[in-house]
């Protein structure tokens, strides 16, 4: 039996594109998976568990996240070189922020937290192949400037469930989004990255499965002329039924930041 002794919260970033999400899967190479090989190779016999704030799905990027470590045995006593030979070990395209330690009632699922998300995307025009591991392609022309309208109206108090993926009867639909907004990106740049790009920010609480990529999909939907200003309102109304058929690539999606209240 593994019986817990020291705790420590690790903030991490990684390029998703080419992981599928972050859970561990039988013979598929996860976030999770390369985490864990790596630190069972800095800890040597060290009994340990890791626990995350939240799963990403395939190509998911993340700019700052955080999972739980759990050591039985013996306690981290530098954190600094710590995360020197963790980031040593770790592949590339991930690298681990900082560490902290907590007690044994802290919580990294059920701590309040924010989350941030971005997506980025360009319409109009195919991108350089480097931009696919971070920007979504939308070939067709846009109207950003509705878009914009349609972003504004998930601030607020509303009913998700039409955008979660394959909703459960008992799942919690009533939600609120701090903010959603969508502009010009002026935060994520490269000498391959087109002329002008955008970026849709949104931040909660709490999200339910694909939501963000869901949101994402009916503001497509809205800038190509396919749904209207009325739809979103309606999509998001206590009773609606509304079914969403499209959802937005997922290379395109970065969990930019996650802040834990009073922590």
Avoid at 2 to 18: A, C, H
Avoid at 81 to 98: C, G, K, M, T, V
Wanted: with cysteine.
């Amino acid at each position: 039996m593994f019986t817990k002794k020291f705790y420590y919260l690790i903030d991490i970033q990684y390029l998703g594109y080419r992981f599928h999400g972050w859970q561990k899967q039988p013979n598929l190479k996860t976030v999770q998976l390369m985490i864990e090989r790596t630190l069972k190779f800095i800890l040597g016999k060290q009994v340990f568990k890791i626990l995350a704030s939240g799963r990403t799905d395939a190509k998911v990027s993340a700019n700052k996240t955080a999972f739980e470590l759990f050591l039985k045995d013996i306690p981290i006593k530098d954190f600094e070189e710590f995360l020197r030979i963790f980031n040593a070990n770790l592949p590339q395209d991930i690298r681990a922020l900082s560490i902290q330690e907590v007690d044994e009632d802290f919580n990294i699922i059920q701590h309040p937290k924010v989350k941030e998300y971005l997506y980025l995307f360009t319409e109009g025009e195919k991108n350089h192949p480097f931009c696919a591991p971070i920007i979504t392609t939308i070939l067709e022309p846009l109207n950003i400037e509705l878009m914009q309208r349609g972003a504004r109206l998930f601030e607020g108090v509303h009913n998700f469930k039409s955008y979660c993926y394959k909703p459960s009867k008992e799942g919690l639909f009533i939600r609120e989004i701090i903010h959603c907004s969508l502009k010009e990106n002026e935060l994520y740049t490269a000498n391959f990255f087109p002329k002008t790009s955008y970026m849709l920010t949104v931040k909660g609480e709490g999200f339910g499965r694909n939501q963000i990529r869901l949101m994402m999909g009916v503001l497509i939907c809205l800038g190509r002329g396919e749904v209207t200003l009325d739809f979103i309102k309606e999509s998001l109304e206590l009773n609606s039924n509304t079914i969403l058929h499209y959802i937005a690539p997922a290379s395109g999606l970065i969990l930019n930041n996650i802040e834990f209240k009073n922590l």
